[in-house]
Structure formats: structure tokens, C-alpha cells
């Protein structure tokens, strides 16, 4: 039974959108985020996808040549010189890890959205076929999964920061700064003050990360899914009319220019992700 059948059979399209945004997992989630909670569709697509990436890539490494790449080759030496590029513009100081880092972001997230073009009854009706009543298979609109990426970051930041600054280094960078005068008593009087504005600036980084990500792959599903459910609300009886059929082309048209235009959006989205990761390492690693 696809998505539509059992939207019309349990109560329409509303029903139908819900269906779609549970998750198939260990047990009920309690508020938005909720990291007691499995959601195994995210885990299982998460580690297909980075499998996807590792194996592509990897295939590609060991078959390269120095001669005319191929199509696949040229394609991957397109992408690795984009992050790289970016990198070198970015991030100033030396460390083997920002640039394999930056893109394993890219890619991954990027695949991550990519499912999201996905028609949003294939896999699910597939896992209906299999005994799952739920699945969602775009990784990026789970804000576990989205706040998981992100505090990774932020925790490489810490390292990085302790690493390039020492300790006492890293708590200035909280205390002298935004405010600094010369006179050590004000000074003192400011380092509350200092404290509290940069701790909320540092602290914001990984959860602007991830709501960004999440923000925009979760309202790019729902309008497909909003798509979706004008189709389903129509019914097969509305194409026995013109009209119908007009309206059926034009939610044809609706989708697919949404479509290319969500392309544009899962490209920028891994593009931003990447970008921030290398500006934050960046700044972790100067010395103010």
C-alpha cells in the first residue's frame, strides 16, 4: 500500500504528513530534541550514505591517472579542488585535518539533503513492504542528527583552541574581549560582563549550525510533502475533467520547479556547513 492509499484509508492529507514525519524509532521522542531517543532510518541512511562517499571516493583515488581523467575522476578532482580552494582562502594556519575534514562535511551533508529529492513515497512504501511503518530517509531534517554533526565541530573548536592557545589563552579569550581598557580594576569589572557576551557567541556556533541545516531540509520536505498531499486531496476523480487534468500539470510544474530550485538549496546548505566549520577552526586556531 503506498502512501497515498494509506493517507485515504486513515484520514487524508493531513494524516499523510504526519506519517511522514515520524521517524522509525526506538520510542516516542519527548520535545524536539530528545538524544535518548534511536532513530534508526536516520542511523541507517547516515552510515549508507557516508559508505556511498567513502567508496566513490576511494574507488576513484586508486584508479587514478595522470593522463585525460575520466568523466567520474574529473568530477571528483572538481570537487576536491573546490574545498580545497576554499580552505586556503579560509583558514590560515596549518593542520592536516581542516581540508579532509571540510570535505567529508561537504559531501556528506550533501548526500544527506540529496535524499531529499528522493519521491517521498518511493523508500517509505518500500519500507512499509519490509514491516516498517515509518521511515524517513533524509538524515539532514533529524535535528539529532543536525546538532550530532554540529557538536562535533564545536568540540574539534575546543580542541583546537586549548591546543593553539593553552588554557589560560582560550578563558582570555573570554574575558578580555569584547571590552578591554588598560586600567586593571575596570578591567576586572568587566570580565563578568565579557564572559557572559562571548560565552553566548561561542555557544551559538554549533546550535546556529544545526538549525540552519535542519531548518532548511525540514521546510524543503514539507513542501513536498505539501505537493504530495494536493495530489492526494484531489483524488482520481477530479481527471475525469479538464480542469483536473490542468491541475494535475500544474502540480507537476510546481514540483519539479521546486525541485531545481531545492537543488540550488542542498548544494548552498553543505556549502555553508563547510564554510563555518573552516571560518570557527580558523579562529580557533589565531591568537588574538
Same mark, same amino acid.
Given at each position: 500500500?503506498?502512501?497515498?492509499?494509506?493517507?485515504?484509508?486513515?484520514?487524508?492529507?493531513?494524516?499523510?504528513?504526519?506519517?511522514?514525519?515520524?521517524?522509525?524509532?526506538?520510542?516516542?521522542?519527548?520535545?524536539?530534541?530528545?538524544?535518548?531517543?534511536?532513530?534508526?532510518?536516520?542511523?541507517?541512511?547516515?552510515?549508507?550514505?557516508?559508505?556511498?562517499?567513502?567508496?566513490?571516493?576511494?574507488?576513484?583515488?586508486?584508479?587514478?591517472?595522470?593522463?585525460?581523467?575520466?568523466?567520474?575522476?574529473?568530477?571528483?578532482?572538481?570537487?576536491?579542488?573546490?574545498?580545497?580552494?576554499?580552505?586556503?582562502?579560509?583558514?590560515?594556519?596549518?593542520?592536516?585535518?581542516?581540508?579532509?575534514?571540510?570535505?567529508?562535511?561537504?559531501?556528506?551533508?550533501?548526500?544527506?539533503?540529496?535524499?531529499?529529492?528522493?519521491?517521498?513515497?518511493?523508500?517509505?512504501?518500500?519500507?512499509?513492504?519490509?514491516?516498517?511503518?515509518?521511515?524517513?530517509?533524509?538524515?539532514?531534517?533529524?535535528?539529532?542528527?543536525?546538532?550530532?554533526?554540529?557538536?562535533?565541530?564545536?568540540?574539534?573548536?575546543?580542541?583546537?583552541?586549548?591546543?593553539?592557545?593553552?588554557?589560560?589563552?582560550?578563558?582570555?579569550?573570554?574575558?578580555?574581549?569584547?571590552?578591554?581598557?588598560?586600567?586593571?580594576? #575596570?578591567? /576586572? @569589572?568587566?570580565?563578568?560582563?565579557?564572559? !557572559? =557576551?562571548?560565552? %553566548?557567541?561561542?555557544?551559538?556556533?554549533?546550535?546556529? $549550525?544545526?538549525?540552519?541545516?535542519?531548518?532548511?531540509?525540514?521546510?524543503?520536505?514539507?513542501?513536498?510533502?505539501?505537493?504530495?498531499?494536493?495530489?492526494?486531496?484531489?483524488?482520481?476523480?477530479?481527471?475525469?475533467?479538464?480542469?483536473?487534468?490542468?491541475?494535475?500539470?500544474?502540480?507537476? #510544474?510546481? /514540483? @519539479?520547479?521546486?525541485?531545481?530550485?531545492? !537543488? =540550488?538549496?542542498? %548544494?548552498?546548505?553543505?556549502?555553508?556547513?563547510?564554510? $563555518?566549520?573552516?571560518?570557527?577552526?580558523?579562529?580557533?586556531?589565531?591568537?588574538?
Amino acid at each position: 500500500m503506498t502512501g497515498m492509499a494509506a493517507a485515504e484509508k486513515s484520514g487524508g492529507a493531513t494524516e499523510y504528513i504526519l506519517h511522514h514525519q515520524a521517524f522509525l524509532s526506538n520510542r516516542q521522542a519527548h520535545g524536539i530534541v530528545d538524544f535518548t531517543v534511536i532513530n534508526y532510518d536516520t542511523v541507517f541512511f547516515s552510515v549508507v550514505l557516508a559508505l556511498v562517499f567513502f567508496v566513490l571516493f576511494w574507488l576513484v583515488a586508486r584508479k587514478a591517472s595522470s593522463g585525460v581523467p575520466g568523466r567520474v575522476q574529473n568530477f571528483i578532482e572538481i570537487i576536491v579542488k573546490f574545498v580545497d580552494t576554499q580552505v586556503r582562502d579560509t583558514f590560515h594556519g596549518t593542520s592536516r585535518l581542516i581540508a579532509p575534514l571540510a570535505l567529508t562535511i561537504f559531501c556528506w551533508i550533501f548526500l544527506f539533503n540529496f535524499m531529499d529529492l528522493v519521491p517521498v513515497d518511493l523508500l517509505p512504501a518500500a519500507g512499509r513492504g519490509a514491516g516498517f511503518e515509518h521511515l524517513k530517509v533524509v538524515p539532514s531534517t533529524d535535528l539529532n542528527a543536525t546538532f550530532a554533526l554540529s557538536l562535533t565541530v564545536f568540540i574539534l573548536i575546543i580542541f583546537y583552541s586549548l591546543k593553539m592557545k593553552g588554557f589560560v589563552g582560550f578563558i582570555s579569550e573570554f574575558t578580555l574581549q569584547p571590552f578591554r581598557v588598560r586600567n586593571v580594576f #575596570a578591567q /576586572a @569589572l568587566l570580565v563578568p560582563v565579557n564572559l !557572559i =557576551l562571548e560565552s %553566548v557567541t561561542f555557544v551559538a556556533r554549533p546550535i546556529s $549550525l544545526a538549525l540552519r541545516l535542519y531548518g532548511n531540509l525540514y521546510a524543503g520536505e514539507m513542501i513536498f510533502l505539501l505537493l504530495a498531499a494536493l495530489t492526494l486531496s484531489r483524488g482520481l476523480a477530479s481527471l475525469a475533467t479538464v480542469g483536473g487534468w490542468l491541475g494535475l500539470i500544474a502540480q507537476i #510544474a510546481l /514540483a @519539479l520547479a521546486w525541485s531545481i530550485f531545492h !537543488i =540550488l538549496v542542498i %548544494v548552498l546548505q553543505a556549502f555553508i556547513f563547510m564554510v $563555518l566549520t573552516i571560518v570557527y577552526l580558523s579562529m580557533a586556531h589565531e591568537h588574538h
